[in-house]
């Protein structure tokens, strides 16, 4: 069983930055992938970003690459999502999830194939 908790989500101006964390206890992150779903009102959760298992792989959204990046630090447990440039269309509630993976995760965009989910973030973009 793995825990996530996710903090660091906030209002901020557009061409702000956040860093969301996503803190993991009860299970050794090395063997799982981790990935950053958001959920905007009205919209179906999206693949953000995901670091696969041992961070062999590294995988964006097209909206959010070059602006995001995500980082892992596995002697805190705890993974990263650090957001520059945001926009008001990142404004949504932004959940960490967890799922055993190779180094490749090639269907990390898929909500679905997570397993662990923490209790989300609310982040909003606006002036």
């Known amino acids: 069983q793995v825990q996530l908790v996710e903090s660091g989500g906030g209002l901020v101006q557009p061409g702000g930055?956040?860093?969301?964390?996503?803190?993991?206890s009860g299970s050794d992150?090395?063997?799982?992938?981790?990935?950053?779903?958001?959920?905007?009102?009205g919209k179906e959760r999206e693949g953000v970003s995901c670091i696969s298992s041992e961070a062999g792989s590294i995988y964006y959204a097209d909206s959010v690459k070059g602006r995001f990046t995500i980082s892992r630090?596995?002697?805190?447990?705890?993974?990263?999502?650090?957001?520059n440039s945001l926009k008001p269309e990142d404004t949504?509630?932004?959940?960490?999830?967890?799922?055993?993976?190779?180094?490749?995760?090639?269907?990390?965009?898929?909500p679905s194939e997570y397993n662990y989910w923490g209790q989300g973030t609310q982040v909003t973009v606006s002036s």
């Open 92 to 110: 949504a509630v932004y959940y960490c999830a967890a799922t055993l993976s190779d180094l490749m995760f090639p269907e990390w965009w898929d």
């Open 17 to 24: 930055s956040l860093r969301l964390s996503c803190a993991a």
């Open 73 to 83: 630090d596995n002697a805190k447990n705890t993974v990263y999502l650090q957001m």
């Open 29 to 41: 992150l090395d063997y799982y992938a981790i990935g950053w779903i958001r959920q905007a009102p």
